[in-house]
Structure formats: structure tokens, C-alpha cells
């Protein structure tokens, strides 16, 4: 393998014995543990995730690391580089109970996953979990079917080459059929013919859907507030990259269930079984209240949308753009932040990298580096 790493941007670069790479390095491989060649390596210190020497290769974007990078370059630096997690246990509630809605589902859907491991891991208080459960055990009383032939947590897999002129980065003037290139950043004459030359780029997307068929596939999503999830507006980077995975899908569904909003009824003292009961009744006599687009006949719900209602060749010319400012952000190793985000990084929720950001220092009590696995 050839080396590639740039030195001087890691403290702890150790030659390795071929002088190849450095002995911390650590190649990507694929599942079948295959080498995935012009993808950006791992660092094997335990406190490091991506090595920031590898400025070279490419890190595979999906649709969740675009809409970081977009929200703020240092969040998306110390996420998708420095591999920084918070801790299951600290996540909010409304993270923690979509958690376990996706599992409940799985595990309904036949995928070997733990329901108590996910409590535990993600410390789920008793009456969030009561919720879930009422839930569930709504879905199963109205008999929801799900139609057969779907593939679980099938994987998105795309690759692009990106083609950029040289020239394309000058400024040009335009006067009348004349293209005139004024040489006003003081190009060296040694240089110009440098700049007749085009760059090609690789750029890789992944991610994974919920539930994929031949012609559709189905979102599971669990919120308070299911609007934001049944408006094409705010689905566009994620369905728009599925759509673009895969030419033969034609729509998708949204299934999309409403969080059980009831308060306990600290008065009363009231327990978790018993709020449990209370959201199972409502759920049973206002099923079409939870499980948005609930159809009594098909015993089915969700909201359908097809592929025409999203713009496909604007999520890849955002994908291609974007790519080119990661590498150009990994280049000059200057992932600026934007304070603008820093209290309100979804709607009243503050970013929850912040204590990062203000100390440069991470708790190992409430965060942790990510698994590469």
C-alpha cells in the first residue's frame, strides 16, 4: 500500500517497519473483511477513530453526515473524524424511545435484536418504556400487517466519480461572446498549463433502509411531532438518496407513529403499568391517532410518496459539492464552527457536543469513541 498519510498532522505518526504506512493505521475492510481501497483508514489508538493523517482518501458521506457537515464543520469533525459519541444513557427521551420502537419493530419483523439490552445499554426509565410497550401491544390488538417480501436493513452502496476542471476554480468575465480569462489572482504563465488539466474525485454514499422491497421500501419513525416526517420538504436528503440507490423504487412509505404524549398523573402516585394501560386504551380507541394513516380495512398505516415528489439530480449535485468541501475542509484541517447552531441545533434542543466545543476537552464519563465495527 502506498503511503499516503501526511505526517505532520498527527503527533503520534509512527513509521511503520515497510515505510508504507504508519503502525497505527489500520485499512478499512468490508464485511467479508475485504480491503476497500481509496477509503480514508482508522487510527488503532483506542482514543482515535479516523486517522486525520489520511487526508487523501475519501470518508463515504451518507445523508445523516451531509445534513451534519451542512449544520456545523467542527461537529462533523469530531463525529465522522474524531469518532466522539455521547453515551446511550444520556441521550434524551426522545431519542431513547425511538431507539426502542426500532427495535421492538425489528424484533417483530424477525431481526435478532435484544429488547432488554436496548433498556439497559440506553438506561430507558420504566415509564418510557411502558409507552413503547402500549404501543406495541396496540399495534398487535388492531392486527397491523406488514406485506411480505421486504429485506431488513438492506445497505445503500453508491459511487460516483467526480470530474472538476482546474480552470472551472478561476473567475472568469464575460464580455459579450468572449470568454476572458484575466489572470487577476497572479497566475505564474509556469502554472496555466496546470490549470487545463481536470481532477477526478470519488465520492461514496451509504446508509441503510428500514425495510426495502423491489419497487418501494418503508421508514419506521417514532415522534412527537410526525409532521416533520409526512412533509417532502424536510424528507428530501434522506428519501432522496434512498430513491437514488436504487432506479426500481417508485414510492415509499412513511410509517410514522405519534409518541404518546400523557403526562403521570403525579397526584395519584400513578405507576408505570398504569400509564401503560391508560396510552393502550387511547391507542386501541384512536388508532388512527398513533399510527398515522391507520387503515381499518388493510389493517395497514403510513403515508405514501413517490418518486417524482422528490428532487433526485439536486440531492446529487448537493452530494458531489459537498464532497469536495469535505476534502477541501480535511486538506486545510480548518472545520470552522457555526455559533449560530450551538443552542438550537433542532428546534429548542441545544448541539450536544457543546461541553466539547467550549473545553476541548471530552468527558469519558458521558462520551466515548465510536466503534469502528
Given at each position: 500500500m ?17 515505510d ?19 477509503e480514508?483508514g ?6 482515535s ?14 445523508h ?40 421492538v ?19 430507558i ?14 399495534y ?53 498549463p ?8 470519488p465520492?461514496?454514499?451509504a ?5 426495502k ?12 411531532r410526525?409532521?416533520?416526517y ?64 391507520f387503515?381499518?380495512?388493510?389493517r ?19 452530494y ?9 475542509c ?30 476541548g ?13
Amino acid at each position: 500500500m502506498k503511503n499516503l498519510l501526511d505526517s505532520s498532522r498527527c503527533q503520534y505518526f509512527l513509521p511503520s517497519f515497510d515505510d508504507k504506512e504508519c503502525d497505527y493505521y489500520d485499512p478499512p475492510e468490508t464485511e467479508l473483511m475485504e480491503d476497500k481501497p481509496g477509503e480514508c483508514g482508522f487510527c488503532k489508538r483506542p482514543d482515535s477513530y479516523r486517522c486525520i493523517a489520511d487526508v487523501a482518501r475519501i470518508i463515504p458521506l451518507s445523508h445523516s453526515s451531509i445534513d451534519t457537515f451542512l449544520t456545523c464543520h467542527y461537529l462533523y469533525y469530531l463525529k465522522k473524524i474524531l469518532g466522539i459519541e455521547m453515551r446511550p444513557q444520556f441521550f434524551g427521551p426522545a431519542l431513547k424511545a425511538g431507539k426502542l420502537w426500532d427495535v421492538v419493530k425489528q424484533r417483530h419483523l424477525g431481526e435478532k435484536v435484544s429488547i432488554k439490552d436496548t433498556v439497559e445499554e440506553y438506561q430507558i426509565d420504566e415509564y418510557t418504556v411502558a409507552k413503547v410497550r402500549a404501543l406495541y401491544h396496540g399495534y398487535k390488538e388492531l392486527e397491523i400487517v406488514v406485506e411480505d417480501g421486504y429485506a431488513l436493513q438492506a445497505s445503500v452502496d453508491m459511487s460516483y466519480e467526480i470530474e472538476v476542471p482546474a480552470a472551472s476554480l478561476l473567475p472568469r468575465i464575460l464580455s459579450d461572446v468572449i470568454v476572458d480569462e484575466n489572470n487577476i489572482w497572479g497566475i505564474r504563465e509556469d502554472l496555466k498549463p496546470f490549470l487545463s488539466k481536470t481532477w477526478t474525485f470519488p465520492l461514496s454514499i451509504a446508509g441503510f433502509y428500514d425495510r426495502k422491497y423491489q419497487t418501494y421500501f418503508a421508514e419506521d419513525k417514532l415522534s412527537s411531532r410526525p409532521e416533520f416526517y409526512l412533509d417532502p420538504f424536510f424528507l428530501q436528503s434522506q428519501n432522496s438518496t434512498y430513491f437514488m440507490a436504487d432506479p426500481n423504487l417508485e414510492y415509499c412509505i412513511q410509517e410514522v407513529v405519534l409518541f404518546p404524549q400523557q403526562k403521570i398523573n403525579k397526584k395519584k402516585d400513578e405507576s408505570a403499568e398504569a400509564l401503560g394501560v391508560r396510552v393502550f386504551n387511547d391507542v386501541i380507541s384512536k388508532p388512527s391517532k398513533y399510527f398515522i394513516g391507520f387503515d381499518r380495512k388493510k389493517r395497514m398505516y403510513g403515508k405514501k410518496f413517490f418518486r417524482g415528489e422528490f428532487d433526485l439530480q439536486a440531492a446529487e449535485e448537493r452530494y458531489k459539492q459537498v464532497v469536495l468541501e469535505v476534502l477541501s475542509c480535511r486538506w486545510t484541517g480548518n472545520f470552522y464552527r457555526n455559533f449560530k447552531v450551538c443552542n438550537n441545533i433542532l428546534p429548542g434542543i441545544p448541539c450536544d457536543m457543546q461541553k466539547i466545543c467550549r473545553s476541548g476537552n471530552m468527558s469519558e464519563n458521558m462520551f466515548r469513541i465510536r466503534s469502528r465495527k
